[in-house]
């Protein structure tokens, strides 16, 4: 089992670092078809996968980005005075809205309330936050502030598997994740802190970077707090509907939800944060 998932692990980080280093389109259809995955895993928890809302969740997901997409490229529409008159998130959100609604009515009582509203949920959970990986890639100096995302998610996760295995005595969530204490969540915390020094050291030294250090480990340590939030709302989601991981794509890690769940949550405020800072 160890092997199996450390492979698995090899495999994704392999795969962050060419999709993420070439970034562009290759890095855009990545984040898209990682979010169309992870949507069908949530909707299957529910049974809407392969049904109207979900199929419609699907839509709505794809219409986003390419929102995203027309964004990147406004300057191209500038001759064209609707392009900027209209507000595309906005409209894109409420034509999802009435599309699922249509289906929840017009089907009606096939749908329970609770799989309409997920169907909607499932897409800004998922597909929207995600996309902030690819949005964080596209910022001046995204090319070093994206990997921010990966590491104080995925750097808080080891570093508080690590000091709760040797200090870890008070639980922080004993019903819902009673393996996790505060003392692994307080280590995970500084860990992806002193992990975000020691990049920001290394990219001035041997990137060319300008960056500051300090910014780095406070943006580094806010992202692992969130990260946990994002690792215990999954944890939820699965304990609620008594499954054990969200699907079997990634061997010995589970599902892209069982893998992702703390950088969906990191991603967006790791976004702001660099671009605030």
């Known amino acids: 089992m160890f092997k199996t998932r450390l492979l698995s692990g090899i495999v994704l980080v392999l795969i962050a670092l060419v999709t993420v280093i070439c970034g562009g389109n290759l890095l855009f259809a990545t984040v898209l078809i ?121 750097g808080c996760d080891t570093c508080a598997y690590c000091t709760g295995m040797l200090i870890g005595k008070h639980k922080m969530a004993p019903v819902l994740s009673p393996k996790k204490s505060i003392e692994g969540a307080v280590g995970g915390v500084v860990g992806a802190a002193l992990l975000g020094v020691l990049y920001g050291c290394a990219i001035n030294h041997w990137g060319g970077a300008n960056v500051s250090v300090a910014g780095y480990a406070i943006v580094c340590a806010a992202g692992a707090l969130i990260s946990m939030v994002g690792d215990l709302a999954a944890s939820a989601i699965k304990r609620n509907h008594e499954i054990k991981d969200y699907g079997t794509l990634i061997p010995g890690h589970g599902g892209i939800l069982d893998r992702f769940d703390s950088v969906i949550f990191t991603a967006p405020i790791i976004y702001y944060l660099v671009a605030l800072l």
């Open 34 to 154: 990682i979010s169309l995955i992870g949507m069908n895993e949530l909707y299957k928890v529910f049974g809407i996968d392969k049904k109207a809302p979900g199929i419609i969740g699907y839509l709505g997901a794809i219409l986003f980005y390419i929102g995203i997409y027309l964004d990147l490229y406004r300057n191209l529409f500038n001759e064209n005075p609707y392009f900027d008159a209209v507000d595309w998130p906005l409209m894109l959100t409420m034509v999802l809205v009435i599309l699922l609604m249509a289906s929840y009515v017009f089907a009606f009582p096939n749908y329970k309330t609770e799989q309409i509203v997920v169907a909607f949920f499932g897409v800004f959970y998922v597909a929207v936050m995600l996309s902030y990986i690819f949005q964080t890639r596209i910022l001046p100096g995204g090319v070093f502030s994206v990997w921010l995302v990966f590491l104080c998610s995925w």
